[in-house]
């Protein structure tokens, strides 16, 4: 059993950035891939970037590249995800999730998930 809790969430005007944490623990193990995805109102839930543990892979869905970078930190079991150049469309919740095959940017291939934590971006 993993636990994850997301921090770092809040209101930042366009163009600004946030640095979100999810703090893993439980099982946590370096053979865990972790991932962030975003839901906003009205929207279905959409991948936004993952990692390995060892930060020797990530992937990033095509609307964040250049501008947001996942990362590990493994001696504090924490994966982040360093927002930069934020627009309005970013608006969302934002979930951490692990799981145990593979980097995936399908949210059915995740165990573990997070409560989120809430992005907002204003114009």
């Known amino acids: 059993q993993v636990q994850l809790v997301e921090s770092g969430g809040g209101l930042v005007q366009t163009g600004g950035s946030l640095r979100l944490s999810c703090a893993a623990s439980g099982r946590t193990s370096s053979r865990y891939y972790m991932g962030w995805f975003r839901q906003a109102p009205g929207k279905e839930r959409e991948f936004v970037a993952a990692?390995?543990?060892?930060?020797?892979?990530?992937f990033y869905t095509d609307s964040v590249k250049g501008r947001f970078t996942i990362s590990t930190d493994s001696a504090k079991n924490t994966v982040y995800l360093q927002m930069s150049s934020l627009k309005p469309e970013d608006t969302a919740v934002y979930y951490c999730?692990?799981?145990?095959?593979?980097?995936?940017?399908?949210?059915?291939?995740?165990?573990?998930w997070g409560q989120g934590t809430q992005v907002t971006v204003s114009s």
């Open positions: 990692i390995t543990w060892t930060g020797s892979s990530t």
């Open positions: 999730a692990a799981n145990r095959f593979g980097i995936n940017p399908q949210g059915l291939a995740y165990d573990y």
